[in-house]
C-alpha cells in the first residue's frame, strides 16, 4: 500500500540554526500539505501546495519557513533560523487529484530545538 | 476564526461497547468531514469521511453529519482495547483545502 515517507524521523538542532524537513508524498498525488503539532495540542495546518506554488498558508508560516519542491518525488519545508517554540512533530500530507480530499499522512519529523 | 470543539476526554468504555465521540464546527462553510485515528507519538490515521447529512457506515465505524447543527459523530461498535487511541474531527470547505482540526477525544477501551 502507497505511503507517505518523512526523513528524518527525529531532528535535535540548536536555536538560530536552518532545518529542512523532508517527505516523499504518494507518488499520484498531486497535492501537499505540511501540518505541525505541538506536543498536547492540536494538529495544525502550516501551508498547502499545488502545481509547484503555494495554494494556502497558515499566520504561523512566517518568511522564516519555506516549501519545495525540487524534484518529482521529494516536498520539504525549511525552517530557516529555528526558535525554541518550533519544537513540535511536523507531518506532511498528500492527496490525489480528485474531488474527495482525503489527506493521507506521513509518520511524521519529530523537531527538538534546543 | 474557524473552530473544530471536540470533548477531550477521556472517555472510557468496556471492551464489546459501542462508543460516541462528538465533534462540532463553526464555520458554517465547512464542506467534508474527516475522522482520524492518532495513536501516542504517530501520525493521524484516516478512518472515516463524510460529506452528506445521515449516516455512513464502515464496518464497526459509522459517521454522522448533521449540517444543520454543525455537528459531527462518530460510533464504534464492539469496541476493542486496540481502538484505545485519541480520536481527531477534521473539517474542511472544499476537498483540497486545508483541514482545521480539534483537540482530539481520547478513547480508552478496558478489557
Known amino acids: 500500500e502507497p505511503e507517505v515517507t518523512q526523513t528524518p524521523s527525529h531532528q535535535v538542532t540548536q536555536m538560530g540554526q536552518e532545518v529542512i524537513l523532508r517527505c516523499v508524498p504518494i507518488?499520484?498525488?498531486?497535492?501537499f500539505y505540511w501540518y505541525r503539532q505541538i506536543l498536547g495540542q492540536k494538529v495544525e495546518f502550516l501551508v498547502s501546495f499545488y502545481n509547484n506554488e503555494i495554494s494556502e498558508k497558515s499566520e504561523i508560516f512566517d518568511d522564516q519557513f519555506s516549501v519545495e519542491r525540487p524534484d518529482g518525488s521529494n516536498f520539504t519545508l525549511k525552517i530557516r533560523s529555528t526558535k525554541l517554540e518550533d519544537s513540535a512533530m511536523y507531518f506532511c500530507?498528500?492527496?490525489?487529484?480528485?474531488?474527495?480530499?482525503?489527506?493521507?499522512f506521513g509518520p511524521g519529523t519529530r523537531l527538538t530545538v534546543l | 476564526q474557524k473552530e473544530v470543539e471536540q470533548n477531550s476526554g477521556p472517555l472510557s468504555v468496556p471492551e464489546g461497547a459501542i462508543a460516541s465521540l462528538n465533534c462540532t464546527y463553526s464555520d458554517r462553510g465547512s464542506q467534508s468531514f474527516f475522522w482520524y485515528r492518532q495513536y501516542s507519538g504517530k501520525s493521524p490515521e484516516l478512518i472515516m469521511f463524510?460529506?452528506?447529512?445521515g449516516d455512513k457506515e464502515d464496518g464497526r465505524f459509522t459517521a454522522q453529519l448533521n449540517k444543520a447543527s454543525q455537528y459531527v459523530s462518530l460510533l464504534i461498535r464492539d469496541s476493542q482495547p486496540s481502538d484505545s487511541a485519541t480520536y481527531l474531527c477534521?473539517?474542511?470547505?472544499?476537498?483540497?483545502?486545508?483541514?482545521?482540526f480539534g483537540t482530539g477525544t481520547r478513547l480508552l477501551v478496558s478489557p
Open positions: 463524510i460529506y452528506s447529512n
Open positions: 500530507a498528500s492527496s490525489e487529484s480528485t474531488q474527495v480530499g482525503w489527506q493521507f
Open positions: 507518488s499520484n498525488h498531486l497535492y
Open positions: 477534521a473539517v474542511s470547505n472544499t476537498g483540497f483545502q486545508k483541514l482545521v
